[in-house]
């Protein structure tokens, strides 16, 4: 399984004639909020978003002035399609901190007249043990637990925006709600899953395992989002929000800077 996805996503993304197709919206009016946006696959992400001209982008990072050096990088080397230039705003937000996460949540909706798209992009990969100060290890804080706890805190504004008019007439686009996970879900195991608790489980030292932690996250961030978009509460026809997992396929990143020792750094 490991080797058909690698193959698949270099054939995909360097074999001639498949070049993947790039897309492009109006996002004139819009406001965009990309999280773990200074590096890799979110800097990418907003880059990318800037092009097609938002009124407000939104780069919620950890680190305030790495997310300064994506900024100037953005706004210095990145040009829209026509109009004025985006907004591009620089927000604090640690995955690893359950008071900050809320805490960034209510800033978007004080500060935020809309959220059009909103992309989880924020996440590690780690092989030692390493706890948060909230007492969880922190891929397993990081990549699901404070991811859902701040989709579903922003959930009720994107569902606000579903019901405002559209900035530029003509130009439809439900509000989305985008989780960053990866094909690597394929080869999770998952042992913890007959645990009376599959979170307690999956935070105890002893049972911890390195090698598949990242795996079994991307899993279950897949099975959240499954789980969410056919809840009453939280589904499209409920909220007319398009909440969705992506795979990006197989990419240099920085998900490791947690990681000890060598490693690959890389996203699939």
């Known amino acids: 399984m490991a080797l058909s996805i690698v193959g698949e ?22 406001t965009v909020v990309v999280t773990g946006s200074n590096a890799g696959l979110g800097f990418e992400s907003v880059k990318a978003f800037y092009r097609m001209g938002p009124a407000r982008l939104i780069l919620a990072v950890r680190s305030l002035d790495k997310g300064e050096e994506a900024k100037k990088k953005i706004e210095a080397n ?7 230039r985006p907004q591009v705003d620089v927000w ?13 949540a209510q800033r978007c909706y004080d500060e935020l007249d809309r959220i059009d798209i909103f992309l989880a992009s924020a996440g590690v990969q780690n092989r030692e043990w390493i706890v948060t100060k909230d007492g969880w290890e922190v891929a397993l804080q990081t990549n699901v637990i404070s991811t859902y706890l701040l989709t579903l805190l922003v959930t009720d504004k994107l569902a606000q925006t579903a019901k405002l008019p559209a900035p530029k007439p003509g130009v439809v686009l439900k509000p989305h709600l985008v989780v960053v996970a990866s094909d690597v879900h394929f080869m999770a195991s998952l042992n913890d899953q ?9 935070n105890e030292e002893r049972r911890f395992n390195g090698e598949a932690r990242y795996f079994d996250t991307k899993l279950m961030e897949v099975l959240i989002t499954r789980f ?38 890389a996203q699939a």
Do not use: Y
């Not at 007959?194 to 999956?202: D, R, S, T, V």
């Not at 509460?233 to 990681?259: D, H, I, Y």
């Open 78 to 84: 990145t040009n829209t399609t026509g109009g004025s």
């Open 194 to 202: 007959k645990e009376p608790n599959i979170f307690q489980g999956l």
């Open 228 to 265: 969410l978009t056919k809840h009453p509460k939280f589904s499209f026809e409920s909220t007319g929000v398009v909440m969705c997992t992506v795979n990006p396929g197989f990419c240099r990143s920085e998900l490791g800077r947690f990681a000890k020792g060598p490693m690959v750094v």
């Open 92 to 104: 604090h937000l640690d995955m690893a901190d359950f008071a900050n996460v809320k805490r960034f």
């Open 9 to 30: 996503t270099f054939a995909n993304k360097w074999f001639p004639g498949r070049k993947l197709p790039e897309t492009f919206v109006d996002l004139t009016g819009r």
